[in-house]
């Protein structure tokens, strides 16, 4: 095996870098820290310098799934004009990730576990909270009385209802065919529906 030369603190973002590339074409429960050293080019003991196990690995992938999760959602503009808008638009981030990344999505939203590393926790609750205020942004524009905490968690139980019906049923892509629609024009429609 070939190895290659690293700066220093190079190689654990090396390491990642390979662990998102196997997580995205395998998913989590099919690729192993050997299969990783391999792709990084670097001994199987080399990983293991820089990661406890394979569930560490896991969780950093995670944890950088819901930080990429938020970061789109943050990046739709809140507008006091189009509020409807806004809170479509903010559920299609949310629904366009999950089709797009369904082994990050798989990771992070199917995976159990017993104790969370803290950056994990931190980036769940940072990606939560912006749908959250997203949410008080649109009741408040909306003059809607409803507590924005309940109305957050229908608009996430709603997108992620319909992203998990898109990754692991075949109905979303049957009903696309039968309404002549994508499944993000159908997405975008039962957000519609929601307001």
Known sequence: MKRRS????????????????????????????????????????AVYRHFQDKEEVLEILASIGFDRLGSLQKRVPQNNKDPDGYFVKLGLVYVQFAIRNPNYYRLMFQTKRTNESTIL???KLKSYAILVHGC??????KRRKENHRSFALMAWSLVHGYSNLCIETDFPETESKVLNKTKTEMAEDILKFSI
């Open 121 to 123: 926790k931190r980036s």
């Open 136 to 141: 008080r942004f649109y009741l408040k524009t």
């Open 6 to 45: 690293y700066h220093h603190g190079d190689l654990k973002n090396s390491i990642i870098k390979s662990c998102h590339k196997l997580l995205q074409k395998k998913g989590a429960s099919n690729f192993s820290l050997r299969e990783v050293a391999t792709l990084s080019g670097v001994s199987h003991a």
